[in-house]
């Protein structure tokens, strides 16, 4: 088993990720964990994450230096820097200075290099202010670019490699082959390690934290929840009660699906509360995103806890579909390593005073893993293929102040959207499309009249975990039918745009 010890990269997560894939566990824990508490895990192999401290500031990461004597190490970007620190050789700040794509020349067709051609050229991503100036002493220079003559290096006899630039994500070409030559050859780990495991890891965890408590979950419809909840349905059974709130803001039919697959098909307990009102009082008045999506996620929880208390059951826990990228874009800047982008509602829209403890199984997974765990927990495909759906739902695709009518307008706009991607064949190719309702009017013609309506604009985009996402290239025929029937068939909209904005810059959603 693989230790990460983060040191508060954006990336330590896909760290975990590459090395999940290669069928190893993993876990991540803080930098501040002690040499003894390390020895005692017995890890096959630790890796050291980036980070974004220097290696001299007061505070940085750092670690005893006898950890790299416990077992192999793999240092990445502020990891390597702090080998090379520790180790004698020489780290500077500025100069070196790289972001994003840089081309590097392999030294070496072994060690982390191994079925590379020795003098090879591969592109990798940097992300570093810092940079080694001086290999240590004892170790060798393994990899080189031309803005950075160090950026990968080796003990020359014990398992101890380091790379600048970051192997774990996809923009690295190589960089999986990087990290698996790390696990494998030099760490000797077994590939042995599955879904499954994860499933079984979980519902062990979580049987042993809800004892006999009762537990609610909070379906929204989307993959995320369905699958957590089937995921604590495994573990405890019908201590499990799952909430549905009809909140207004749903996607056409999304209550008969959710009752039909995780009441009927999975037989677990389903409670469904129709608040369309709570909501839409909780929204009144307002227009700002933020504050949009801070009174959905605490309307959502006041709903949860009466339903709960009426159930009578009094449950002492919330499950809840959190994923890492939700986790990772919703923590502010003060109390961690990211800026807040979004307040995603199942994380930082969560009432301070809340009464529920929270168990998120799924916290540390990207999308398509839980798709994969869904799909091992026997999860329909129409419900895990499911498009991503966010958890304030129809009101963060009515830009600006929500109004029940356009609500509604937006609902059966964006099920004539769908209905055609699905009849072209081409759902499964787009990582996520909606309708948005825009709050300005244009004029237009219809018949021999004039009008004066509302606007939808079409968004749909492709991405592996949500983080980016680029805009999807629909052929030209099938925009124009979903435009011909939008226009045609919705009520009060005379014009439709397609969104060819990628993330970054702009978010997938609208708000
Ligand atoms: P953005 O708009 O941040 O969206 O690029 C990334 C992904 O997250 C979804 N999303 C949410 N999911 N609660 C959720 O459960 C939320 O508050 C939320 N906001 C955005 C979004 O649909 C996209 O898939």
Redesign the pocket.
């Known amino acids: 088993r693989i230790l990460i010890l983060d040191c508060g990269s954006q990336f330590t997560q896909l760290i975990a990720r590459r090395v999940r894939e290669a069928r190893v566990y993993s876990e991540i824990h803080p930098p501040t964990r002690s040499l003894a508490w390390i020895k005692e895990w017995k890890p096959t192999a630790i890796i050291l994450s980036g980070g974004p401290s220097s290696v001299t500031d007061e505070g940085a990461p750092s670690f005893d230096p006898a950890i790299l004597d416990v077992a192999p190490v793999l240092g990445v970007c502020y990891g390597m820097q702090w080998i090379a620190h520790v180790s004698g050789g020489e780290v500077k700040g500025g100069g070196h200075r790289e972001y994003g794509r840089a081309e590097i020349q392999v030294k070496e067709n072994r060690g982390l290099f191994a079925g590379f051609d020795a003098g090879e050229r591969s592109i990798v991503w940097m992300s570093h202010g810092d940079h080694v100036e001086v290999v240590p002493k004892g170790y060798v220079l393994t990899a080189s670019s031309d803005g950075n003559p160090v950026v990968a290096f080796r003990h020359e006899s014990k398992p101890i490699h380091a790379v600048q630039f970051h192997a774990e994500v996809a923009h690295s070409v190589r960089g999986a082959d990087i990290i698996q030559n790390f696990l494998f050859d030099i760490a000797g780990a077994k590939p042995d390690w599955t879904p499954g495991h994860f499933i079984e890891q979980e519902v062990a965890k979580i049987r042993e934290l809800v004892g006999d408590a009762q537990v609610i979950c909070g379906l929204?419809g989307?993959v995320?929840s369905s699958v957590a909840a089937a995921l604590v349905h495994k573990a405890i059974g019908d201590q499990l009660t799952c909430i549905f709130v009809d909140t207004g803001l749903l996607r056409l039919h999304e209550r008969e699906q959710v009752e039909r697959t995780m009441g009927q098909h999975l037989g677990i307990k389903l409670v469904t509360v129709r608040a369309e009102d709570r909501f839409l009082t909780a929204l009144k008045g307002l227009d700002e995103p933020e504050a949009k999506?801070k009174a959905i996620g605490h309307t959502f929880i006041d709903v949860f806890e009466d339903a709960s208390a009426k159930e009578g059951k009094d449950a002492k826990f919330l499950v809840q579909g959190t994923l890492y990228?939700?986790v990772i874009?919703s923590v502010s800047a003060k109390g961690g390593p990211s800026a807040t982008?979004?307040t995603?509602?199942?994380v930082g829209?969560l009432k301070p005073d809340m009464k529920f403890q929270l168990i998120e199984p799924l916290r540390e997974l990207f999308k398509d893993e839980v798709r994969n765990v869904g799909r091992e927990l026997g999860l329909p495909e129409e419900m895990v293929g499911r498009h991503?759906?966010?958890?304030?739902g129809l009101a963060?695709r009515v830009l600006g102040a929500v109004d029940p009518v356009n609500v509604e307008t937006l609902r059966r706009a964006d099920a004539i959207y769908l209905e055609e991607i699905r009849a072209a064949g081409l759902y499964n190719e787009i990582w996520?499309a909606f309708a948005v309702f825009l709050p300005v009017r244009s004029v237009g013609v219809m018949g021999d009249g004039r009008t004066y309506e509302h606007v939808i604009a079409l968004r749909a985009v492709t991405s592996t975990d949500?983080m980016t996402?680029d805009w999807y290239a629909f052929p030209h025929e099938v925009l124009a039918r979903i435009s011909n029937r939008v226009i045609r068939e919705v009520k009060g909209i005379n014009r439709v745009v397609y969104d060819i904005s990628s993330?970054p810059p702009a978010?997938?959603?609208w708000e």
């Open positions: 929204s989307g995320d999506r990228p939700d874009e982008i979004k995603h509602h199942n829209g991503p759906f966010p958890g304030p963060i996520q949500g996402a993330k978010t997938i959603e």
